[in-house]
């Protein structure tokens, strides 16, 4: 699975980037969904990837990481970009 992390990253890396020592990457068999700001609409992304943080998840999708969280039905609603750096988007957990 590390091949599917960007260049010089593994898990262990993500692990210890985050503080959390449990990250994993998610099965890409979901609804993965960003909202739409001032609207009730979403639109539908096709990550790539998809990285577990105790609810919160960063989910790859045209080269840009959306933070997000699990929904009960395991679905993936994303809230927002942030950006194309893993570094960032993780400091941004």
């Known amino acids: 699975m590390t091949a599917d992390l960007p260049d010089g990253w593994t898990i262990e890396r993500v692990r210890r980037a985050s503080g959390d020592a449990e990250a994993d990457l998610l099965s890409l068999e979901r609804l993965v969904v960003v909202e739409q700001h001032d609207s009730a ?3 539908v992304l096709r990550p790539d990837l998809i990285l577990s943080f105790h609810g919160l998840c960063l ?5 840009e990481w959306f933070m997000g969280e699990l929904d009960t ?3 993936l ?11 960032e988007a993780v400091r941004g957990l």
């Open 41 to 43: 609409d979403y639109d």
């Open 59 to 63: 989910a790859r999708a045209g080269g």
């Open 73 to 75: 039905d395991g679905s």
């Open 77 to 87: 609603i994303c809230w927002a970009s942030y950006g194309p750096d893993l570094a």
